[in-house]
């Protein structure tokens, strides 16, 4: 990988697909109307990941981290509960207070902070660590990658971090019709916006390790539902389409479902590195 040059950013899809929710309030309204139907049904992460994360990173308790675009704190929790001091960095108001009610009073090393990848509320060289899971797509890639640089600590890392559906699974075909059906131009846009497709420019220089994992969660009818409204591109419930998305998605889990539930699987991917 050859490091960044301003060209390198020029075809920012990313910048087409954020400006869509410019009318909404922007990145950081993007999630606000959708964080119960968030914290009930979107994963948490392996315990791989995170024995992975401190072989790699060096990490020892107490370590700095910062996890930019938190949201509900999913990766957040496994970050604490492994010793670390972290900092959920969240744009949302609503997001962010769904995470400091489920984490403040359990994590003595939890703090949280309204800021973006691209102005992070955090020191010079203070972090061990940054993470940002399932938040890359929205990232201004040129200026995010300067910031996360003023905040690494000389050796720190950053670790890019998805839960990828698996996408022959039968439920992820028809969760995909859905999507198609019900989700515009706005998950046209994000389709457009291949998210791992500026991680080279990121990095840089750097080439990063990958991690894979298998990974599932099981939902009940009322999870997949909150699943499918969880997205970005979703309409509200109450709107007449998503009146008719939802009676397609209770379609889709009686076919699907056996008496426990409904098996969601994903791949959760790792890609850690210092950009250069």
């Not at 022959?168 to 457009?192: E, M, N, S």
Request: proline share 6%; charged share 20%.
């Amino acid at each position: 990988m050859s490091t960044p040059t301003p060209s390198t950013f020029a075809a920012d899809t990313g910048a087409q697909l954020r400006s869509l929710y410019e009318p909404q309030g922007g990145t950081g309204q993007i999630f606000s109307s959708k964080v119960s139907d968030y914290a009930a049904s979107r994963p948490d992460y392996p315990a791989a990941l995170f024995e992975a994360l401190r072989v790699a990173c060096h990490l020892k308790p107490g370590a700095m981290v910062a996890d930019v675009g938190a949201g509900t704190g999913l990766l957040t929790q496994g970050l604490l509960a492994q010793g670390y001091t972290v900092t959920a960095v969240e744009p949302s108001d609503s997001m962010r207070a769904a995470a400091d009610h489920t984490l403040a009073a359990r994590f003595a090393g939890y703090r949280s902070a309204s800021g973006t990848a691209e102005h992070l509320p955090l020191p010079d060289a203070s972090a061990d660590l940054i993470t940002a899971a399932q938040a890359f797509h929205w990232f201004d890639i040129a200026a995010a990658r300067a910031e996360f640089l003023r905040v690494l600590k000389p050796q720190g890392q950053v670790a890019l971090i998805w839960n990828d559906r698996v996408l022959t699974d039968p439920l992820h075909v028809a969760l995909d019709v859905i999507f198609a059906q019900y989700g515009g131009a706005k998950r046209g846009a994000l389709l457009a916006h291949e998210e791992r497709g500026q991680v080279p420019a990121f990095f840089g220089s750097c080439t990063p390790q990958e991690l894979t994992w298998p990974h599932e969660h099981r939902l009940n009818e009322e999870g997949l539902l909150s699943l499918v409204f969880s997205r970005s591109y979703m309409p509200v419930r109450d709107s007449e389409p998503g009146r008719q998305a939802s009676q397609v998605v209770r379609d889709v889990y009686h076919r699907l479902a056996h008496k426990d539930g409904l098996d969601v699987r994903y791949t959760t991917v790792a890609i850690v590195g210092r950009p250069q």
